[in-house]
Every structure is written in structure tokens, then in C-alpha cells.
């Protein structure tokens, strides 16, 4: 089973196209009201237990990939490969608190429309934004997580662990992924990323942003199936 985590205030629809082409995949359809990445990655293992698999591959997209190295921390001998899409290591950054909070603040003074509205444009290339089969069903997507949830992972955002250190310790055959024109994961970052992991692929999709998988779906088909098919 290959099993997908979705980011922050994304559900399986992000995961669309990988659904509709790849015959064993699955995906977390959010994580409920977990606010830590803890209990996020818990849900994860439950969610294999009740699909009655040991060993799965994983590939978390942007918080779902801070999401997927939790799971490896908690259970490394369960995941068989890792794809890591669109994400990042590093720790919380000076002023980072106070821009998720000015953002929060949005939906909390001006509705939950107005914080997607301000927040989701820059999570898709300039390019692609006013393509409406991509950027429709994100914006629906996002609008139906609502205010709670969005605070919810953000509390699991400024709350994360250290992780960076657990790059060199996976063992496992893993995939960086990201796309040329992601500027909130910018490709530099995931360099650095595969540069600390053993038997990592790096892949950088050309003239794609951070919602990756909706909008460039046939090349991170591609990245997947090649990932896929590399030995354990």
C-alpha cells in the first residue's frame, strides 16, 4: 500500500490525480483535530493497522511530509519507502510565529473565505492560478477545512520537532520532491534535503509551485511510479 498525507487544510482531493492512477494508493483524508505532528503521525499508523498492512510505502506533501518523518521516527521498520513532496526540516524561524498568526487573524476578523483567498494564491505558480481545473478545486478544498482546523495545524506547525537530524538516519530508499517554482519549498531546500539522506532521488518538476500534485500530476506520476519500483 502506498499511503498519502496531505498538508495544511488539504484532504484527499489534493491527492486526486495519484488516486485515479495508481491502483494501491490511499490517502489521509486530513487528520482530524490533531494539533501536534505526534498525534498526526499516530492517526497515520491507525489508519495502516485498520487497513491491515505491517509495512507501507509513504509520501507526505508539505506539512504531510513533517507528518511522514514523524512516522518514521515513531515506527522506521513499517515504512518501506518514503517520498518526501514540497516540505522541509528546519525549525521554527524568527517571526514565523507572528506571520502564521497575522494570517490566522484574517479568517478570525474577516472569515474564513478571506483567509484562503490571501493564503492559497502563493501556494500555486503565478502560471496556474487563473488555470480554473487546477485552482477551483484547491480553493474548494481548502475553504471546507475551515478556521478550526487551519488552527489546529498551525498550533502542530509552531509546535514541530526538530527533524533535520533524522535525515541521515533513514534507511529506506526515498524520494525528494518538489516543484521548480515552489517558493514556500523552494528547490535549494530540498537539495539540502537529499544531500542528508542516504539513497535519496531528488526530483524538481519544471514550472510547477507548492500544490505540486494537482498541477503538474503527470510528472509526479512519473517521480512516484520510478520511486516505487526501486528495491528495498
Not at 522541509?88 to 474577516?110: N, S
Request: hydrophobic share 45%.
Amino acid at each position: 500500500m502506498l499511503l498519502l498525507l496531505p498538508g495544511l487544510i488539504c484532504d484527499s482531493r489534493i491527492y486526486a490525480p495519484q488516486l485515479a492512477a495508481l491502483e494501491n494508493a490511499r490517502s489521509m483524508d486530513g487528520y482530524g483535530r490533531a494539533d501536534t505532528l505526534q498525534a498526526m503521525a499516530w492517526k497515520v499508523l491507525d489508519r495502516a493497522d485498520a487497513e491491515g498492512v505491517e509495512t507501507f510505502d509513504l509520501l507526505g506533501h508539505s506539512m504531510g511530509g513533517r507528518v511522514a518523518l514523524e512516522v518514521y521516527r515513531l515506527a522506521p521498520g513499517r515504512v518501506r519507502r518514503l517520498a518526501l513532496m514540497s516540505t522541509g526540516v528546519h525549525q521554527v524561524t524568527e517571526g514565523e510565529p507572528a506571520k502564521r498568526a497575522a494570517v490566522q487573524a484574517i479568517g478570525h476578523e474577516q472569515g474564513f473565505e478571506a483567509l484562503v483567498d490571501a493564503w492559497l494564491p502563493p501556494m500555486v505558480a503565478e502560471r496556474n492560478r487563473a488555470n480554473e481545473a487546477i485552482y477551483a478545486p484547491l480553493r474548494e478544498m481548502c475553504l471546507d477545512a475551515g478556521q478550526d482546523i487551519f488552527d489546529a495545524q498551525i498550533r502542530a506547525l509552531l509546535g514541530r520537532p526538530e527533524q533535520a537530524s533524522l535525515l541521515p538516519r533513514i534507511a529506506c530508499p526515498t524520494l525528494v520532491l518538489t516543484g521548480e517554482l515552489d517558493s514556500w519549498s523552494p528547490p535549494a531546500q530540498h537539495e539540502a534535503m537529499a544531500a542528508a539522506i542516504p539513497n535519496a532521488e531528488l526530483v524538481i518538476v519544471p514550472g510547477a509551485g507548492h500544490m505540486i500534485q494537482r498541477e503538474a500530476p503527470e510528472e509526479v506520476n512519473e517521480a512516484i511510479v520510478g520511486w516505487l519500483v526501486r528495491p528495498v
